[in-house]
C-alpha cells in the first residue's frame, strides 16, 4: 500500500492515469446501480412518462435501459422549453426525446430525485474520469 501511495505522489503522469482509470471503474459501477434502480423503479417512471403502468419485462432490455437512462438529460431541454419556450423541435426539425409537460417534470423530480442524481454522478464521474485520461496522455507525451 505505501508504495502504491508513494508512487502517485512521486509520478504525477501515473497518479493522473490512475484517477481517471479509478472514475471510469466508478461510472461503470454507478450505471449497474442505475440499471438496479430503474428496474426497481421502472412502473413509477413509466407511469409517470407514458401515462401507463404497463410494466414490460424485467429486467430492462439494453436499448430500452439506454433510451430511459437519458431522460435525466432531457431535463435540462425541457427547462428550457417550459421556461423559455425553445422547442427543440423547431430547432432541429426532430423530437428525440420523450416529451414531458411541466407536471410530468416536477413528479418526477418530486418521486424519483435519485433517478435524476445517479445520472449526473454518472457523467460527472465518466467527464473527470475522461479529462484525467487525456491530461495524462497530454502530461506524458510533452512533459
Request: aromatic letters at 26%; a positive charge; glycine letters at 4%.
Amino acid at each position: 500500500m505505501n508504495k502504491i501511495i508513494n508512487l502517485l505522489i512521486s509520478d504525477h503522469i501515473f497518479a493522473l492515469f490512475a484517477f481517471g482509470f479509478l472514475f471510469i471503474f466508478f461510472s461503470i459501477f454507478m450505471y449497474f446501480i442505475f440499471y438496479i434502480y430503474l428496474n426497481v423503479n421502472f412502473r413509477g417512471i413509466s407511469k409517470i412518462i407514458f401515462n401507463n403502468g404497463r410494466k414490460p419485462s424485467n429486467p430492462l432490455e439494453p436499448f430500452n435501459f439506454l433510451a430511459l437512462s437519458f431522460l435525466p438529460t432531457t431535463f435540462w431541454r425541457e427547462v428550457l422549453n417550459i421556461k423559455y419556450n425553445k422547442y427543440f423541435k423547431k430547432m432541429y426539425g426532430k423530437e428525440f426525446y420523450y416529451q414531458l409537460n411541466r407536471e410530468q417534470l416536477v413528479e418526477l423530480l418530486d418521486k424519483y430525485k435519485a433517478y435524476f442524481i445517479l445520472q449526473y454522478v454518472i457523467f460527472l464521474a465518466s467527464g473527470l474520469g475522461l479529462l484525467f485520461l487525456v491530461a495524462g496522455y497530454i502530461a506524458h507525451q510533452f512533459y
